[in-house]
């Protein structure tokens, strides 16, 4: 079997090696990412047209550029609120989301106990949960515990949904961590908490980095369970906020997008931030799982 698949990536790597297999990787990559930035550019270019401009040339670039659209935006939709509100929620779940999934990644990794591999199983299993299966028991859950209108009813559900991925993924990045550096913390009197506090987790970065972007877009994105929990408008997230330019009968297109645009800019500087860990984390937790 080994031998099969040591020809295979040997047949893999000599083609990848070729002007025809190169250019096809090329091509493919191109095409991939085109399809990815359209909406993108479209998102951008709308934000920047007036309504006559969008509906008669949707897709093209604008003609002038009517800056005038997110000031418009900022104040209509109320966007400082909304994002505050946002960053508050993002910001708990991904550092409630650190603290819980690398404390059990680590515990998965290092610790052999009875029951320890069903129970990371049954962690990955819920990868393939869908949402809408949970949502009638975790509604009655958040109604009785009064947390409708709170931080807490979304931060809570956010994380929860976080932690799966987030442990599979700290698993790996842990077990990539060679043992004989935390054997040696061990021999020289560090204790188990304290390997690791100090030598885990800044070895595992790019692990908490990867877990650090999936959770805060995934929070940041989320619309589904804010709009079941949150009614109070002055604790409304990003995405429930835009709906005020969504009417029954129209759509002020050129305000929504500019304020997409301006809803996606954490984003962007959050991923910039820790693209190169990102990359590797996700490299090491392909390589390790």
Not at 109 to 131: E, K, N
Not at 163 to 187: C, G, K, V
Not at 228 to 235: E, G, K, N, T
Request: charged share 10%.
């Amino acid at each position: 079997m080994r031998a099969r698949i040591t020809a295979a990536r040997s047949i893999a790597s000599r083609w990848t090696r070729t002007w025809l297999g190169r250019g096809t990787i090329y091509l493919v990559l191109t095409l991939f990412t085109g399809i990815v930035l359209f909406p993108l550019v479209a998102m951008v270019f709308g934000s920047f047209k007036t309504q006559f401009q969008f509906y008669t040339n949707p897709w093209g670039v604008p003609s002038t550029l009517i800056w005038d659209n997110f000031s418009y935006a900022w104040n209509m939709a109320q966007i400082p609120r909304f994002m505050l509100n946002s960053i508050i929620v993002a910001a708990s779940t991904v550092c409630l989301t650190l603290l819980l999934a690398s404390a059990a990644a680590y515990g998965f990794s290092s610790f052999q106990f009875r029951g320890s591999r069903p129970l990371f199983l049954l962690f990955v299993l819920l990868l393939i949960i869908p949402l809408p299966v949970a949502i009638i028991p975790l509604y009655v859950i958040v109604v009785h515990l009064h947390l409708v209108d709170t931080y807490l009813a979304l931060i809570l559900p956010y994380t929860s949904g976080s932690l799966p991925l987030a442990i599979f993924l700290l698993r790996a990045s842990f077990q990539a961590i060679p043992q004989e550096i935390t054997s040696a913390a061990r021999i020289d009197g560090c204790s188990p908490f304290g390997a690791y506090v100090r030598i885990a987790l800044p070895l595992a970065r790019p692990g908490l980095a990867t877990v650090t972007i999936l959770a805060f877009i995934g929070s940041w994105n989320e619309f589904f369970l804010a709009l079941i929990f949150i009614r109070d408008p002055a604790l409304m997230t990003l995405p429930l906020g835009l709906r005020t330019f969504v009417f029954q009968y129209s759509t002020q297109w050129t305000y929504l997008f500019a304020a997409l645009t301006m809803s996606i800019i954490p984003i962007v500087v959050v991923y910039v931030a820790m693209q190169r860990q990102f990359i590797s984390g996700l490299a090491s937790g392909a390589l390790a799982g």
